[in-house]
């Protein structure tokens, strides 16, 4: 059962926009950034957004983030079938680091 | 461009030991002034954070389910993060992969992770 609360599956057309939801506490989302990371099939997950809702160099603006309160969001509009991959967000909950149980992406 | 590359990863027996390392390379980066992570993945399963070490080379925290049988470590000169893992069991079968940390209170870069498999 992983501290942070995410669907486990979300799918939609090519084209289209998704969100995904992280679901948190006081302790954790409530209290820090809130961080997402992406995870093609078969390799190592990477950062896609930090701060909430800032991109790092090289990520596309069809990916956003959001947070309110003690949860946070993640926005893929345009999407595209090299979209197709597991999802976390994550976060500091006090002195340990904490992640969501990912949401797998199916671009239909 | 920095470059995270573990090793160290191997199929032992429960009960038995395993040191893990993680060695940074890239010009710009100044491996000192990082804390760095480890991150684990079974198989099959999400991602469970593990252990970070922070620059100063003292401040460590871990996960419940590792605390009291890993420790983390670094030898800066070189450039290498370690983790020690004693009193293995079957759940600690995995990926581990290090990572550091970011300035923004993230989990920034990911090496490519290095495969765990405890077995009897």
């Known amino acids: 059962q992983s501290v942070l609360t995410q669907p486990p599956s979300v799918s939609a057309a090519p084209g289209q926009k998704v969100t995904i939801s992280c679901s948190g506490s006081?302790?954790?989302?409530?209290?820090?950034?809130v961080s997402w990371y992406q995870q093609l099939p078969g390799t190592a997950p990477k950062l896609l957004i930090y701060e909430n809702n800032k991109r790092p160099s090289g990520i596309p603006d069809r990916f956003s983030g959001s947070k309110s309160g003690t949860s946070a969001t993640l926005g893929i509009t345009g999407l595209q079938t090299g979209d197709e991959a597991d999802y976390y967000c994550?976060?500091?909950?006090?002195?340990?680091?904490?992640f969501g149980g990912g949401t797998k992406l199916t671009v239909l | 461009q920095v470059q995270l590359v573990e090793s160290g990863g191997g199929v032992v027996q429960p009960g038995t030991s395993l040191r893990l390392s993680c060695v940074a390379s890239g010009f710009t980066f100044d491996f000192r002034h990082y804390g760095m992570h480890w991150v684990r993945q079974a198989p099959g399963k999400g991602l469970e954070w593990v252990s970070i070490?922070?620059?100063?080379?003292?401040?460590?925290f871990y996960g419940d389910s590792v605390k009291g049988r890993f420790t983390v470590s670094r030898d800066d000169s070189e450039k290498i993060l370690y983790l020690q893992m004693n009193g293995l069991t079957v759940e600690d079968t995995a990926i581990y992969y290090c990572?550091?940390?970011?300035?923004?209170?993230?989990?920034?870069?990911w090496g490519q992770g290095t495969l765990v498999t405890v077995s009897s």
């Open positions: 006081s302790s954790n989302i409530g209290s820090d950034y």
């Open positions: 990572a550091t940390d970011g300035s923004h209170r993230e989990i920034d870069m």
């Open positions: 070490i922070y620059n100063d080379a003292s401040t460590k």
């Open positions: 994550g976060t500091w909950d006090g002195s340990n680091w904490v």
